[in-house]
Each structure stands twice: as C-alpha cells, then as structure tokens.
C-alpha cells in the first residue's frame, strides 16, 4: 500500500496543514516519495487531548489485554514483511541486515514489557496490616502499588528508525505501564514511522484499546515539539538524541507550571580504558574489537567508544598501529542524514585543530557525500593535551575515536576524575590489572551507568539487568533506564490506599493475591495470600 | 552544655561570617540566646567539598556499619534527653507530647533505613547470566544494583524539627543509601538543629564514619541556599516546605550545567469527600475526626485536610453545624513562627473577600498574636463558587478548612478532574457509596498520592506501604516517597556491570549470595546462590 503521508490521530488519518516535507534516502542522497504533512498545533493538541481522554479507560484494562495489545504490535510490524524493511534501509541508509535485527529487537522488547504486565510484579505491591490495639496509636491498613503516570510523548530517535522510535524501547514501556503515548516522527524516517503508526493503531483496533492511546504526529518544527512538551495532558517525555535536543525538551518542560520530566538519553562518549596486563596480552585483539565497536553502524550509536585510555610505550605503541592499519582499511560508511554528516565533519575538522591531537589514521578510500557517506577517523594524542580540551570530552557522533597516551597510573584516575556522566565505560584487563586498578574502577562507577569488562559497550543487551541511562550528560535522570524491563518505571509512580475493604482495592492488593504477584507482605517478600 | 552558635562541617565547629540571628519562640515571642552565625559561602563550600570528599569513602563502607551509624545516631538522639525536648519546645511552640512523640518517630526512621541498609535487598540486585552460545548473538553476564548518588543537601522542615529536619527522614534514608549529607539548618529552629548535629557528628566519629558524610550550615539567607542547591558536588536535594520555596530550589537545580533533582515536597490541600451514606449514618462522627485533623499540631501539616465535599442538603447542614459548634469552641493555638501567622492571617482574610464565600466558624476564644496564637477558622461555600474561584485549591497553612456544598454527583466529579496533585485525598462512604462513586474515586486515584478511606489523611505512617508523594504541586516528582523504606530511592541509581568476574563486584552481585538478599535472577526472585 502507498504510504498516505499523513497523522495518525486516535486511529484518524489528517493531513490539516499545508506544509508538507519529503525524506532524504541518505545512499542515494535523493527526496522520496511521498509528501509527509507536518502535523498543525490542531492537530498536536488534538493527539494530546485525545491521549487524556484515553486515560481513564486504557489505565484500567486489564493487564491480560494490555498484553495482548503489545503482543499485536509485534505481530503487526512483522505482518509488514519486506515493505517496513526496505522502507527503513531507505531512509536510514543502514543496511539491511541491520534493520532486520533491530525489527527482531522491537519485536522482542514489546514482547518482553508484554510478559512483564502479564507476570505482574512489577507494580511493585506493598502490603501493611493494621494493628488496630498498637500503642500509642493504632497502625492502619496500608497498601500501596505502581500506576501509571499519565499520557506521555515519545520522540522518535534517529539512530533507531524501529527500536527507539514509533514502536520502540520507550512507547513499548509506556503502554505497557499503562500510559497512553504520542508519537513525535523523526522527519529522517517518517515513512518507517507511518508503517509502524499503522501496525500499531491497527493493533489497537484489534485489541479494545481505545484509540487515543495512540496517536503519531510528524514534522520536523520545534514549535511542535514545544507544544507537545508543554500540553498540560502530557505527564512525561521519552527522548532518545543529542544533548542539545534532549537539553532543550528538558528546558521546555521544566518551565512548565507543573514541571515534568523529559527522560533524555543524550550519548555520551564512553570511555575505554585499556590496562597494561590486558594490553601486552592482547593488545591486537582489543584493537580488533575496537575497531568494530567505534566503526558498528558507522559509530552511529550512543554507546560508541569514543575515548581510549592507556599507559604510554611499546606495547600501546603496537596497539595504535593496528587500529591505524583498521581504520585506513575500513570503507567509508553511508550516515543517517545529510545533517549528521555535517556534525561528523565539523566535529572531525575540530579535533584536527586542537594543539596536540593528530588525526592517526583515516578510511583510506574516498568517500561520497552525495551518499552521505563518511570515513572513519582516528585521532591520537596524550594525557596531558585531554585534561586540558574539553573539547575532546565530547561526543562526536560517527565513527570516529581517540586514543589517549597516559602517562601514569595516577594521570589515568585524574582523567577518570575528571569525566562528566557516560552510558558505558569499559575496562580492558587481566585480573591482576583489576586489582592494581581498583582505584580506577571505583572513580568509574561513580561515572557512568554500565560498566563494561572486557568487552565493548555498543550492542546493549535488553535484559532486567540492563543500565542504559547514566549521569548527566548521559541521561536527564540517572535514577533510569531507557533499555530493559526497569525502563517501566519512567512512567509510573506510587499510590498507596489506606483502610480500604479488600474487595474495593485494584486485584494487585487484594487479601488474595489472586495473580500470584510478589508483594512486599508486612515486610517480607512473599506470593502468598492472607 | 549551652549552644555555640557555630556551623558543624565534616565534625569541626566553624563560625566565619560576623552575620548573626537569634531563634525568636513563639509562644512568649521573644528572641531567644545564643546568637547563631549564619554559614559564608566559603564554609558552604567547605561542607559541599568535604562531602564529594567523603563520598568515595562512605559509599564503600559495609551496610552493617552504615546501619550501625544509622542507630547510633539514634542512640544520640535519645541521650540529648529533656534538653532536646525542651529545646525543640521552645523554638517551636508545639506541645511537649508532640515533640516526644516527634523524637520516636525520628529515632525510629533511622532504625527503619538501619534495618532496611542491614538486609540489604533494597538494592534491587538483578542477575542476568550469560548464554555464550545464543544465536545470533552470544548473550553477556550482565548484573545490576542500585548504588548511591553522591552528596545530598537537605532543606530543614519548618513543622517538623526533628523527624524531617537535621536527621529526619531525608537524612536518614540519603545517609542510608550511601550519600553523604549537607543539612541547611531552619532558622526556626535552629538550635534544636544544632542539637542534633551534635549527635550525628558523634555518632559518625563512634563508628568510623568520615566526617565530611556529614555538616550542617545554619543560616536563612538565599544566597546559601542556592550556593548549595547549585554546587557542583551536590547530586540531589531533598526539601519539606511550601510551594513557593520548593519552586525556588526546583528552578536553581534545573538551571546547572548538570541539572540535579530536587525531591520537593511542597504540601497539598487534601480533597475530602463525605459521601451521602457515611454523612448520614455518622455525619457527625466524621465532624469531630475532621476538626482534629485540620487543627491538628494547629493545621501545620501537609497533610491536613483544607477542603471538604459533600452533596447539599439535610445531612450536609447538620454536619456543617457540627463542625462550625466545634470550631468555635476550639482554643487558639500557637503557630511555629510570626511569619506562618501572618501568612495564615492573609490567608484567612483572602477566603473571606471571595465572593460567595462564607466564615462559617472561628475559635470564639481570643487570640493572643504575640504568643502567635491563630484561631482555627471554617469556611463555606458552594460548589460553582469552588470552580470558579482558585484561591480555594491553594493552601492556607493553619487550622482552616473550606466545607463545600456540592449540588450534584456530577459536580463532584467536575470538582474531581478539575483538582491539581495532593498528597492525600480522603473518602467517606459506606460501601453502597462507594459503589455509586466509583467514578469520583478513579479520578481521585490519578490526583493523589495516597487515598484514604473512612479515616483522615493527618498522621502518615512509617512503612514500607507509605506513599508521602504525589502530583505536581504536591511534590515535585510523583515518583517518589518522602516517607517510609521506598524513600531511599531518591538517592539511588542503577549501575550494571558486564563480563566482571563474580569474585570482582559487589557482594549483592556475586554467585554466592553472602548476604542473602532477594535477587532477581535470570528474571525470577530468589535468595539462592548459583
């Protein structure tokens, strides 16, 4: 089927106002059909009361169809076969591969909140009896659970056309706590946006969800985003992006008369500290690894190492020269948008310019950049020059890394020290080197969100265990996670019910714990009832 | 031992700055010695740094000895006997018993977040263990806790000198977490604070607690205020106070380079609605248990109920009788300083120049204002004139309460959706009516944190059930509890770790569960090792 280029408004197709867009298909650098209609403030206030209005009804579902609706979704994007796949690879310029696992991904998130609402625990229920004879004072019946906070706006990332943006990690937490969801299009991929819009109001449809629990708007205006930031229906914002975006949603929704929180997962550079043990060891294959981390979807991701740290001498010698010999090898890579390429460039140009960092090594091959295409760039240069340029602290998105000779032990835990928030940080080491380095690595802990040994930190495992948020600049909240099933707990808060009769209070509290949930039972985790 | 006056920073007595205040007592309204040296910003910095000093040693301490801590602070509190009693009396004006009561309840806290830091499972330890040979890609060891932030600063309460001032339940649950404290002190009373810094700097030196996990400043001028809310070294902010202050700090932290969150909790009005079954069988009953809670500690709680619906008619004029013959003969009260007398004043006032609202009742006694005596005051009114007018949602902070004659179950409802975030909202009824009401009672679920049934929302109980929270203007984040265990998540975040080596990490998240906490592993609870 056409795509209709419209907004996808509790179920409704609109198309209210006369400015339309195209997308640009980074690889072959071209507009593509069809025009996309930028959604009008009508329309965005439209989609934001209609979110209000679903409120009420879709907080009270049951979780069974709550489930069975994120279920749908994933049945209904993969029902989009070949057509969501190509469109995808089109306006991203990912390869196909790629865009098939991040399906598989998407599929598997909506799957895993689906399981999550339908075991139930992680309302989190907390049970405390009366004791109506204690003294001084009689102790009332309290209990409390997790419910959902209200509609919230999600925006599309550009780096994740499936996995964080219409159907993704965030609106698959939301409605799955119970919270109605705003689409906001990425106009890198609105098409992509509109297919999945659709399997998800179709999913809708099929699964008595009221309809305004879902709504997509597309365009690319700040003003629209403001107005969505700013409606006094919204409860809260996901954002996956840059640090001047995600800052600038933060900025918005703080003004508010009641503020609320934009949880933005801004990047970060993610530091990698190579210790001496693991570097004489395997120097090689650490390079090897690196390479393929800085360079995987052509350093387009939020958890890219960008920033190598290790002792000075032969052995980071032979380290560098192997990952200049990668990096000359490695082909250029098409970027997501013509945008990006420009930042990447901007930001490759500048650190050329900082006194004492060398650009070491670049894609030996030319690149194109009427197909958006960049070459991966690696830069060296010393302890001394880094605790000195903030510029080097900051996040280059593309596939690009710095490799940083330290001079000592104690310079690597002054510039450990001197780290702003990250996602990721990651140690490479024998188990001596964790020892010698213990000073290191708890400096680390209190730097960054997931801590990452001996491995690299791009590919985020979608796990209970999972940390995908960070200190800031990392994340507007540290306290959260985008990626996993604690990404839930964005979208909720706590109401507790005092002196209610069982049978008046929702089923997770009842005296029977008729959905065999863990609740906190006077205290004691338990499934039992009483 | 007489008062010093001076700051306590990392366990030394300072007293920089030549700007003095004396404490002034309410009830005979005078000042009262010593004269207390307002903290410099160099001694507020001081506190600040010795903190982020202190932070990497305190975080590491094992849980028994912050428990051990936790208690011994406890202990001190106890051992400061009659002086701190008489003291607390003296500069807040509120009655020796509520004050003993108030001391249990602090000690009790801290006992609380001592035993809840002992057990350990808090910390929401999750174990996801690797599958080397997953298809298509291999799945990593990944394990998560929550961890401390780092330094905190928390505001002291007006109403409550000890359980949410210098080691109340901010301090308790932050120290409790890992975080090192910085308390401002209350200019109201200031000495109690001192007092009890005493106390946790000697429990902190008794169980080998670095001193900078701990200081107070004393002072009352915003400039100190904002110095520590925007401190690079201050990762979070705990506050109890009023909508206005609680915005000032909201606004400080929003505007750092590295916005930090401040958990304000800024009071409410507490919506109580008397449905018609429980105004008829026991309208009066419920009038005497709403006088004691709104005059309760004379009105100077967050909690107390300021607004009452109920449907016109017989029932409800009775009732409305009752509660007026009550007030009047309920004595003056002292308030805890001139200026919540002068603010209640105003407050009073402005009800009365609302038009089509009524003073139903006043405290027929005299009130004597250099004793900060305030006479308790009852108002009425019509539910179109509650509609209409916003002055009657905002808090007047005292013995005052707005009765509100309702026309219609639909009006209720109107009245309902149309309400800002309360802390509490308090339901009436028999069962029949909370079946016809059931709709009222969904809309209040999503406006509160904590809805009480047949009881009054004054008085919050310490447990693990507790939900002391709710909606904007309520608090700040609904996400959280200032009261009972889940308040220790304010100061916590989660870090993962990947690939480590079990013997390397922390012991919540070794194979071996030594501390036999509940752990999620491999997505099921447990207590088991693996």
Redesign the interface.
């Known amino acids: 089927m056409p795509l209709h280029g419209k907004n996808i408004i509790a179920g409704e197709l609109t198309a209210l106002g006369s400015k339309t867009f195209r997308v640009y298909a980074p690889a072959s650098g071209g507009p593509v059909a069809p025009d996309f209609h930028e959604a009008t403030i009508p329309e965005t206030d439209a989609a934001m009361a209609a979110a209000g209005m679903a409120?009420?009804l879709y907080?009270?579902l049951p979780p069974a169809t709550v489930a069975s609706f994120l279920e749908k979704i994933a049945q209904e994007i993969e029902a989009l076969g070949p057509e969501l796949i190509d469109r995808a690879v089109l306006e991203s310029g990912l390869p196909p591969d790629r865009i098939t696992?991040e399906r598989a991904r998407t599929m598997g998130q909506l799957r895993m909140f689906a399981g999550l609402v339908r075991e139930g625990?992680w309302v989190d229920a907390?049970?405390?009896r009366a004791i109506p004879d204690r003294k001084?004072?009689p102790?009332?019946d309290?209990?409390?659970l997790l419910?959902p906070?209200?509609p919230v706006v999600v925006f599309c990332a550009t780096n994740f056309p499936l996995a964080f943006s219409v159907a993704g990690g965030d609106t698959a937490s939301a409605l799955a706590a119970g919270c109605p969801v705003v689409v906001k299009g990425n106009r890198a991929h609105a098409g992509t946006a509109e297919l999945v819009a659709t399997a998800v109001a179709k999913a809708a449809a099929a699964s008595g969800v009221p309809p305004g629990a879902f709504s997509l708007v597309q365009g690319a205006n700040h003003e629209i985003n403001q107005r969505l930031v700013r409606h006094p229906a919204a409860r809260a914002v996901g954002f996956t992006g840059s640090l001047r975006g995600g800052r600038e949603l933060?900025?918005q929704a703080?003004k508010r008369p009641?503020?609320?929180?934009v949880y933005a997962e801004m990047g970060s550079v993610n530091p990698v500290f190579v210790l001496p043990g693991a570097l004489r060891e395997r120097g090689e294959a650490i390079a090897e690894g690196l390479k393929g981390s800085f360079t995987l979807g052509n350093g387009q991701f939020c958890t890219k190492p960008g920033m190598v740290f290790a002792l000075e001498g032969e052995d980071l010698a032979k380290f560098t020269h192997k990952l200049a010999g990668l990096t000359t090898a490695q082909p250029p890579g098409t970027l997501l948008h013509q945008g990006i390429l420009k930042s990447f460039g901007e930001g490759v140009t500048a650190l050329t310019q900082v006194p004492g960092v060398q650009i070491a090594a670049q894609s030996a091959a030319a690149a194109d950049s009427s197909k958006t295409q960049a070459r991966a760039a690696m830069f060296a240069t010393d302890g001394g020059t880094f605790l000195k340029e903030h510029r080097l602290s900051e996040e280059v998105f593309g596939p690009s890394t710095v490799v940083v000779r330290c001079g000592s032990k104690s310079e690597l835990e002054k510039i450990a020290l001197g780290l702003?928030?990250h996602l990721t940080g990651t140690i490479h080491g024998t188990?001596a080197d964790?020892r010698e380095f213990a000073a290191l690595i708890?400096?680390l802990?209190?730097k960054?969100?997931?801590?990452?040994?001996?491995?690299f930190p791009t590919?985020v495992?979608v796990?209970?265990?999972?940390?995908h948020?960070g200190?800031?600049?990392a994340t507007?909240?540290?306290?959260?996670?985008s990626v996993g099933t604690?990404a839930i707990?964005r979208w909720?808060?706590?109401?507790?019910?005092?002196?209610?009769?069982s049978d008046?209070l929702p089923a997770e509290l009842q005296n029977k714990n008729v959905r065999r949930i863990?609740r906190?039972l006077d205290?004691k985790?338990t499934q039992e009832d009483f």
């Open positions: 409120f009420p907080r009270k696992g625990s907390r049970i405390d001084p004072l102790k009332p309290v209990r409390r419910v906070i209200g933060f900025d703080v009641d503020p609320i929180p702003e928030g188990e964790l708890a400096i802990e209190t960054v969100g997931r801590l990452v040994f001996n491995a590919g495992e796990c209970p265990s999972m940390n948020g200190p800031w600049p507007s909240y540290s306290g959260y996670t604690a707990y909720a808060r706590p109401l507790s019910f005092q002196g209610f009769p008046q863990w906190t205290g985790l």
